[in-house]
C-alpha cells in the first residue's frame, strides 16, 4: 500500500462518493465502510452538482473521490479543477461502455457529450485517475427504470431478442472501493460487465424463478413503446429517449464480455442468476 492509501485509511472522511443514492454510489459506500474505511457520502441538498455553492465543504479535506456526474450536464470538468484546489489526489470516474463508438446508441438525452467531456478532464486533471466504464446495470431490474415492470409481473419494453452482458452494480462498487483505497489502478479504463450475455427474456425467467413468482418478458417495437409511455404520460420527448436507449441492446451492441472485473478485481464478475438469487435473499423481488 502507497503513502497515498495509508493517508486516506489514516483520516476520517478523506474519502468523498458522489451519488451516494444511486446504484453504485451507495454500494461503494457500504464496501469502504465495510472495510472500517470512513467515507463523506454526498447527496443532495447537501452535496448539489447544480449549486457550486454546495461543492467545497464536500471536498473539504478530502484526497480520493468517487465521480458520478449528473448526466446531461458537463459539470465534472470545474469540480476536478475545484478538487485539485481542495488538495485531492485520486478520482474514479462513474462513465459508460460504448463511450469510444459515437454510433453506440441514439443520444436523445444528450448524456454522451457531458461524458466525453468528463473523461477528457479527468485524464487532463493531473490527478490520479480510474475511469470506470460498466455496461447495463442489472440493478436497472430491481431499482432502476424496469423495476415497475418486474413488479407488475409484465417487462414491457423494446429490447427484441437480443443479449447484454448486464453487469451487477455490487462488482462496479468493488471495483471503485478498490481503485479509490489501493494500488496498481491509476491511469486504467475498466469497462465492466457481467460474464456471459443474457437476452431480456432469459433475465425476466431468471428472475421470475428467483422471485418465486411469474414474471415475463413481453417484447414491443420502438413505437409500441414510445405510444405505451406516452399514454402513461410520459412525454413524447423522454418517451423517445427511453426507447433510443434500447437500440444497442437490439443491435447486440452490448452483448460483449469486457474483462474489467477481473482486471480490477483479480476474480470473475456475479453471473445474473447471482444477482437474481441475492436480490431475492435481500427481499428485492417483492412486490410490496
Ligand atoms: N444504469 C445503467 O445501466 C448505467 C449504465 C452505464 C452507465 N451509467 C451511468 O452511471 C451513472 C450513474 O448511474 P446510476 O444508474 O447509478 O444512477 P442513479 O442510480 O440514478 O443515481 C444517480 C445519483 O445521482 C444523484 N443526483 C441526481 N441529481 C443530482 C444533483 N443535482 N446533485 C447531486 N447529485 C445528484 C442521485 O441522488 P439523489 O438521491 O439526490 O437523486 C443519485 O445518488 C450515470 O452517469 C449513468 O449514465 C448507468
Aim: glycine letters at 10%; charged letters at 25%.
Amino acid at each position: 500500500m502507497d503513502r497515498l492509501s495509508n493517508r486516506l485509511l489514516d483520516q476520517p472522511m478523506s474519502l468523498l462518493v458522489t451519488g451516494a443514492t444511486g446504484k453504485s454510489g451507495k454500494r461503494v459506500v457500504q464496501h469502504l465502510r465495510a472495510k472500517g474505511i470512513a467515507v463523506r457520502a454526498a447527496a443532495r441538498p447537501v452535496f448539489d452538482w447544480t449549486d457550486e455553492g454546495t461543492w467545497d465543504a464536500a471536498l473539504e479535506g478530502v484526497r480520493a473521490v468517487y465521480v458520478v456526474q449528473l448526466d446531461g450536464t458537463m459539470l465534472v470538468r470545474p469540480f476536478l479543477e475545484r478538487a485539485a484546489q481542495h488538495g485531492v489526489r485520486r478520482i474514479v470516474l462513474a462513465s459508460g461502455r460504448g463511450l469510444d463508438d459515437p454510433d453506440y446508441a441514439e443520444d436523445t438525452a444528450g448524456v454522451r457529450p457531458g461524458l466525453v467531456d468528463s473523461e477528457a478532464a479527468t485524464r487532463a486533471s493531473g490527478l490520479e485517475w480510474t475511469i470506470t466504464r460498466p455496461g447495463w446495470f442489472a440493478q436497472n431490474f430491481s431499482e432502476g427504470f424496469f423495476a415497475e415492470g418486474i413488479r407488475a409481473g409484465e417487462l414491457r419494453l423494446p429490447g427484441g431478442s437480443a443479449a447484454a452482458t448486464f453487469v451487477d452494480a455490487e462488482d462496479i462498487a468493488a471495483v471503485v472501493a478498490a481503485a479509490l483505497t489501493e494500488d496498481g489502478h491509476s491511469g486504467q479504463v475498466y469497462e465492466l460487465s457481467g460474464p456471459h450475455p443474457v437476452t431480456l427474456a432469459e433475465a425476466v425467467a431468471t428472475i421470475s424463478e428467483a422471485a418465486g413468482r411469474e414474471i415475463r418478458y413481453v417484447p414491443l417495437s420502438p413505437e409500441q413503446y414510445v405510444a405505451e409511455l406516452v399514454q402513461q404520460g410520459t412525454s413524447p420527448t423522454d418517451a423517445q429517449a427511453f426507447a433510443d436507449l434500447f437500440a444497442a441492446i437490439r443491435e447486440g451492441k452490448d452483448a460483449h464480455v469486457s474483462d474489467g472485473v477481473r482486471q480490477a478485481l483479480g476474480r470473475p464478475p456475479r453471473t445474473f442468476a447471482e444477482f437474481a438469487h441475492a436480490t431475492a435473499a435481500e427481499g428485492g423481488w417483492s412486490t410490496g
